[in-house]
């Protein structure tokens, strides 16, 4: 089940939870703020989002995910607000019996993720801000 959180996210907790004694593999993925994009330094990043929207679309690529690639458990969990250099936006992790299914699927969610769920990031400079749009 995929959540919207507004508070930092404990990646360990997701993988605990996810993982089970038939999983021959558990890949997590954690997208995290970096101080820098497109030649200028990042102060920080605020993530906002449709967030009935967001949760719907994140359900049904959890869905796809499953069924594409035959993998046991996927769960995304994408942060909101500001958020810090150094901090995770989004974790993804992934638990099937093999690794190429799995790392496949993680792959697939964040690349979907970027181009159908409905969150937007906007990025803060010492000398202004900026929407950023697409992937």
Request: aromatic share 8%.
């Amino acid at each position: 089940m995929p959540l919207l959180v507004r508070e930092p996210i404990d990646t360990r907790a997701l993988r605990d939870r996810l993982s089970q004694p038939e999983d021959g593999a558990v890949i997590t993925f954690e997208g995290v703020v970096r101080n820098h994009a497109r030649g200028r330094q990042v102060e920080y990043l605020e993530y906002h989002a449709y967030e009935d929207m967001a949760l719907k679309k994140l359900a049904e690529l959890e869905a796809n995910a499953r069924m594409q690639f035959g993998i046991r458990a996927i769960e995304i969990i994408h942060r909101l607000g500001r958020l810090e250099h150094g901090e995770c936006s989004v974790a993804i992790a992934v638990a099937a019996a093999h690794r190429a299914p799995a790392f496949e699927a993680c792959r697939f969610a964040i690349d979907t993720l970027k181009k159908t769920v409905p969150i937007w990031k906007k990025e803060f400079y010492a000398d202004g801000e900026v929407w950023i749009e697409g992937p």
